[in-house]
């Protein structure tokens, strides 16, 4: 994976646990590609909802 995905799959995740700080957000914004976010914070969104369900139909079983 290269470095600027890594960065950006960190970015996305900070941002989901609301840890990220000013200045990383900044730089997002002016070196980040928009659409890779989107992209990203998609398939995080995906995950966390496959990861809910599955927990709750183990738990319901």
Same mark, same amino acid.
């Given at each position: 994976m290269s470095q600027k995905i890594r960065n950006t799959v960190k970015? =996305? &995740?900070s941002a989901f646990l609301g =840890?990220?700080?000013n %200045?990383?957000?900044e730089k997002d914004f002016t070196e980040? %590609? #928009?659409s890779h976010f989107v992209i990203i914070g998609l398939l995080g969104v /995906? !995950? #966390?909802i496959g &990861?809910? /369900?599955s927990i =709750?139909? !183990?738990v319901l079983n």
């Open positions: 970015s =996305v &995740a =840890v990220q700080s %200045k990383n957000r980040g %590609k #928009f /995906i !995950l #966390f &990861a809910l /369900i =709750v139909s !183990l």
